[in-house]
């Protein structure tokens, strides 16, 4: 892993070539000591070989990382200009509206009549034709024209880094076509097992579409079960995520173990004899990996598929597994089929709550015992949970910003219906028993109510939690000294983790405090439109044409003030004015802690400023015809603003004119946000 990581910051060819030549002489001299290690009396030097041998996994990291980046291959197609690509579709198109989504596999490369093999991943949008849509699938083979742009980077303060997301899955390219710029030329391009697999997916997902009357107990369904990815509504994403249940809807661990302990106790007449035992183990392990190629191979079944298999196999062989090991040598091997998983949010997720249960359930589920069976088991299901909330609440915050307080309650509430729904949903599927269709979809909008319900309760959770990287770790750093302080009753390890915390509080109350007495000023880079940040402590006037529920809003603008903590916003147009204490917007001009800004727009067209002052900044809006030669000569700013509501073209000449008359010149579209402390 730590080779993984340091490749993944140091991408260059040279590296790579490196890490092959030390990789083959670390082979060489363990294959050496292997061979001669009585004759070299190898036991004397155990510390030296474990650390020849931490070196040679961490250079196998490093050249792993390096040999599966297709960016440094030589044949990679976006290292030559080609005028059209030959592609096939790598995974399962996703439809919103009149845009499909896929990625899709580069093999060849056309230029002036020659053709090139090339290889690489380009994540494509295509606008279909509404009149005659076409039908995509896997493995679909096209030539498309080559227009493609590197994946733009996160211009807006803690905006999500898509370029970085895309990248964790090699793919570093990006276009869009519409339909008329695409021929399809081939079918089955992929691989038939996954082809396969899809397809029989889609089939079930058909079969659930008929059966399930209500859209959104359709999507659970597809979901939960299948690993179909299908709209669901805000609302249940939102009960699902504030009540901790949101591992629910992702074929995982829990899924693969529910299906497993059915499988266990239907094949439980094997256990008689030893050849029956053994066609029991293999008739297990066949039905967990075919599920798992039903889902498509998501990280979270890999690994529970591969930590069974290798559970499975060890009880067969009458050997002791150790939990830390399983845990590792599936890491292991995801890591080597694909390396990039180690960004994978699931991936990270999914191995820490399996820790958490190695580690902390049988130490939770020590602190009580009751006994009545059933309360025991009750207690047990709560010790797992809060093993796994536990484990993963670092990442959890750190990533997503909240924390579900009623998570033990809604863990529980879930357990038995999900449970049923699993053994139901794959009865209706495997078994055709269309007649339980109605329960199954009462099971679904009975649990959903149910989430609901509890992510409405006061104080359901504690959101907008925001933490930075130092911070995670310090975090985590403190469980980690206190689960083994109280674990092995080590003193110094408690009260060095409580230093870890009060230093963690510390920082973090730091950042509140600088929080309470900001003054700030961000112009926010938009794609169409425009949005300014007067932000004043924990209070902020937002200049803008978007909205509260704009997605535009959502996804460029909010993750700003969130995680400035900012309590309350006003939302102003460009054409309304404003005034409060901290900041006047009249007569296109806004003042503000000392700053003035000329807004410059259409209305200026064939006019004069009735009276020239002295402005800060001009922003300009909305393509105006005003001379900037001669307004910079009257005013004097220091710099131009130019928002997304320009034309391109405008923005281009303007910008070049504002160098030209000595002014900084500030591109608000496909350029980073300005951000200024007052």
């Not at 093993?387 to 309650?409: E, G, K, W």
Request: glycine letters at 4%; hydrophobic letters at 50%; aromatic letters at 14%.
């Amino acid at each position: 892993m730590f080779g993984i990581v340091l490749a993944y910051y140091f991408q260059t060819i040279q590296l790579l070539r490196i890490s092959a030549y030390l990789l083959t002489a670390l082979l060489l001299i363990a294959a050496s000591i292997n061979l001669f290690y009585k004759k070299l009396k190898a036991w004397r030097f155990k510390t030296s070989l474990a650390f020849l041998y931490y070196g040679f996994f961490a250079i196998a990291g490093i050249f792993t990382c390096l040999f599966n980046s297709d960016q440094l291959n030589s044949d990679y197609f976006a290292n030559k200009n080609f005028n059209q690509l030959k592609v096939w579709i790598s995974n399962e198109p996703q439809i919103n509206g009149d845009i499909a989504r896929f990625e899709a596999k580069v093999t060849k490369g056309y230029f002036g009549g020659k053709t090139e093999t090339c290889s690489g991943t380009l994540l494509i949008a295509l606008k279909v034709d509404s009149l005659h849509p076409l039908h995509l699938k896997y493995g679909d083979e096209f030539l498309i024209t080559a227009k493609y742009l590197p994946v733009e980077p996160p211009y807006n303060p803690n905006e999500f880094n898509f370029k970085q997301w895309l990248a964790s899955k090699n793919i570093y390219h990006q276009t869009f076509i519409r339909q008329s710029q695409l021929i399809k030329i081939a079918e089955n391009r992929g691989n038939p097992i996954k082809a396969f697999a899809l397809r029989l997916r889609q089939q079930q997902v058909n079969v659930y579409r008929k059966l399930i009357k209500n859209d959104e107990a359709f999507a659970v369904a597809s979901t939960l079960i299948l690993g179909h990815r299908a709209d669901l509504s805000k609302e249940t994403l939102s009960a699902y995520s504030k009540t901790g249940t949101i591992h629910a809807l992702s074929v995982s661990g829990m899924h693969v173990g529910i299906i497993y302990i059915a499988l266990n106790f239907l094949l439980g007449f094997l256990d008689r004899r030893k050849a029956t035992l053994l066609i029991k183990v293999v008739l297990i392990c066949v039905l967990i990996w075919g599920y798992s190629l039903l889902t498509g191979f998501s990280p979270s079944v890999l690994r529970s598929a591969i930590m069974l298999t290798v559970f499975i196999l060890s009880k067969q062989l009458n050997r002791s597994s150790n939990g830390y090991n399983v845990v590792a040598f599936t890491a292991f091997c995801l890591l080597v089929h694909q390396p990039f998983l180690i960004w994978d949010v699931g991936f990270q997720l999914s191995f820490m709550a399996v820790i958490g249960l190695i580690y902390y359930q049988p130490k939770i589920k020590k602190w009580l015992y009751f006994k009545n069976k059933w309360t025991n088991k009750l207690w047990e299901t709560t010790a797992m949970g809060l093993a796994a909330q536990l484990a993963t609440l670092p990442l959890s915050i750190y990533y997503f910003h909240q924390f579900p307080v009623y998570f033990i309650i809604s863990n529980l509430f879930i357990l038995i219906p999900i449970t049923l729904m699993m053994y139901l949903g794959i009865a209706i599927l495997l078994l055709r028993l269309y007649f339980l269709a109605p329960i199954f979809e009462y099971l679904i909008n009975f649990t959903n109510r149910g989430l609901k319900r509890i992510a409405d309760l006061p104080y359901a959770g504690i959101t907008e939690i925001w933490i930075n990287r130092w911070e995670l770790i310090l975090l985590a750093f403190f469980l980690l000294l206190l689960s083994i302080g109280l674990s092995n009753y080590k003193r110094k390890l408690i009260l060095l983790s409580l230093v870890v915390l009060v230093v963690f509080q510390g920082c973090v109350a730091y950042r509140k405090i600088n929080f309470m007495h900001q003054e700030e000023l961000i112009f926010f880079s938009l794609r169409k439109n425009y949005a300014a940040a007067f932000i004043n402590g924990n209070q902020c006037i937002l200049i803008t044409d978007l909205t509260a529920k704009d997605r535009n809003f959502e996804f460029f603008v909010k993750p700003a003030l969130d995680e400035m903590e900012i309590k309350k916003t006003i939302f102003v147009t460009w054409r309304q004015d404003f005034r409060n204490e901290q900041l006047i917007k009249s007569d296109h001009q806004i003042l503000y802690r000392g700053k003035s800004i000329l807004l410059l727009d259409e209305n200026f067209n064939n006019k004069r400023l009735a009276s020239p002052a002295k402005f800060d900044w001009i922003w300009v809006h909305n393509n105006p015809k005003y001379k900037l030669d001669d307004l910079a000569e009257e005013i004097k700013p220091s710099g131009v603003l130019i928002d997304a509501s320009n034309k391109d073209y405008m923005i281009s000449q303007l910008s070049k004119r504002a160098i030209l008359l000595n002014l900084s010149a500030y591109s608000l579209k496909k350029q980073q946000a300005l951000h200024l402390k007052l």
